[in-house]
């Protein structure tokens, strides 16, 4: 499995810097990017210029889920990273009794299932217009796994200087016994987990399905 230290970016709003060797240094809107592709979700993915879902198509493929894959209408990509996050995590722990201990991915195809990837698999199309201000909107994974999503509005100036329009980021929540309420402290173990989106709105297949992708500091399988 390779690592890879790149991020992708929004795809709604693409920023260019743009250099030339007889003028200074200036900062380039290139406008609205067109999310629609006539790609498929595993296609689009496996396109990818950075490779960053590589590992995340082999447990597809060990699976035999490129189909379903395709025909999710909304699919929340882990990238390499959070699949590298979870198999250093479980090397750790066996580093701890054994100094030779490893963790190849075959190891990784005997601790998962199918639903470790259906779980990021959607029936509904869920886009940021599909939800409403301050509204966690609910929905089941194909993996038979509670999930909200909802999206916030950014203040931060790195947000705000580039653009007089709000901007929303979408978030993904793994429901863990009842949807957490603002304010109130849920019982231990049963804190939900949300999970940031790095890219949303990606119109596969001509926009009849949607791929969103996690961020990077997401820890495969913790849901």
């Known amino acids: 499995m390779k690592k890879y230290y790149k991020y992708i970016f929004p795809s709604i709003l693409v920023l ?16 609205v990017h067109n999310p629609v592709t006539p790609l498929s979700n595993y296609d689009y993915l496996k396109q990818n210029s950075w490779k960053l879902f590589d590992t995340l198509l082999l447990i597809v493929d060990k699976f035999n889920l490129k189909e379903e894959v395709n025909e ?16 250093t995590a479980r090397l750790n722990e066996r580093l ?28 509904d199309k ?13 929905f089941t994974s194909r993996g038979k796994v509670s999930h909200g999503v909802f999206k916030e509005l950014q203040r931060a100036n790195a947000y705000t200087q580039y653009t007089n329009n709000p901007t929303y980021l979408l978030y993904l929540v793994k429901v863990r016994g009842s949807l957490d309420v603002p304010g109130v402290t849920p019982p231990v173990g049963e804190e939900d987990i949300r999970v940031r989106c790095q890219t949303t709105g990606v119109q596969t297949s001509n926009g009849s399905t949607i791929l969103h992708v996690l961020n990077n500091q997401h820890q495969f399988i913790r849901f």
């Open 16 to 31: 260019i810097i743009a250099i030339s060797c007889k003028k200074k240094d200036y900062l380039t809107d290139s406008g």
């Open 72 to 87: 999710a209408k909304t699919f929340f990509a882990p990238t390499n990273y959070s699949i590298n996050a979870f198999m």
């Open 96 to 123: 701890a009794t054994s100094s030779s201990a490893t963790y190849p991915l075959d190891t990784l195809y005997k601790y998962i299932t199918a639903d470790s990837i259906r779980q990021y698999m959607f029936s």
């Open 126 to 138: 869920i886009t940021l217009n599909d939800i409403g201000e301050d509204e966690t909107k609910l």
